[in-house]
């Protein structure tokens, strides 16, 4: 199995081998080298609001498959937990429920809805068994607002994904958003999950794929930039088009910002709104399958059908078909790389270079 090189300069730079989008190897070596050591949502603090609530997770559906559970302790804190009883692996949890402890519906091993080992019946005779080694696996549980991120194996700081993010729209009340369940949708796209991510991370499409978004957006005016594990994409409304009512601390302040599109790496799209934030969950089928989530969450419905926010589910299907169509293309024995606009497709070098990084690791 080669290594992937792309070159800092994207003026010299090719993209990554077309053999990361269509080998099955690549794809089952993406799960441990990509997404186990990075921050996944989960879910939302409204799913879990009273104490004693818990709810189940399964992470990354059909790729990871990992089962987890978010409960709400008598104290009010948060966690997130293996969902797996260390007894004989049943799974604790099967439905969203209101409990007072985590009891395995099994054999009947009890613990704290913290994950703390309580009892287990028929384990008096058991030599060497230390309770103290029997909790539950509980995992890192990064809270903002209400949405909930975790980590399988977490190698990097959560600060190193996220804290360009919250200091560029932390004003904005994420606390009060509506998870409006009537307005999320799922995909599934006929392509590779990262061709899917990098055709978001350049608006260098847009006026050739995009006509109604390309009629509210200054495409001259859009812009990129790059942290380390994110980046962010501006468009700038046309006039009279919905915009943000920016701080004046912002950065941005005084410019008509119609949308903050915000990608934290490997597959998580926050798409900031004058009406709220879209999240897009882009989640791994197989090597060329993918499951897309749109996740709604709303605090000001008055401006729910405007601007750039506007018709989401229509700028998804142009995307889904212009990405079906390259992952038939890049299948033909003529292609093998190619080149990145410079002024254009700095997200996409960007997520090439972190995908190179992360696989030769």
Sequence with gaps: MSGFYIDPNIA???TIAKEFYIDQQYFELSKEKIFVPSWQYIGHSDQVKETGSAHPVNLLENYINEPLVITRD????LHCLSNVCNHRGNLMVYEPCKINQLRCKYHGRLFHLNGRFISMPEFNEVENFIPENNHLKQLPLFEWGKLLFTSLNPIFPVAAFFEEMQEIIGWLPLDKMEYREDLCNEFMVNANW??????YLEGFHIPFVHPTLNA???FKNYTTETFRYSNLQVGIAKEGVSAFELPTDSKYYGKQVAAFYFWVYPNMMF??????????????????TTKVRFLTFVYDASKLDQGAGNGLTSVEAEDEEVVENVQRGIRSRFYKHGRYAVNREQGTHHFHTLLAESLNS
């Design 194 to 199: 990262a061709l899917y991510c990098e055709n």
């Design 216 to 218: 509210v957006i200054e």
């Design 12 to 14: 010299r730079a090719k």
């Design 74 to 77: 008598k104290e009010n804190k």
């Design 271 to 288: 798409n900031f709104y004058p009406w709220g934030l879209s999240l897009n969950i882009i989640e791994p089928q197989t090597e060329s």
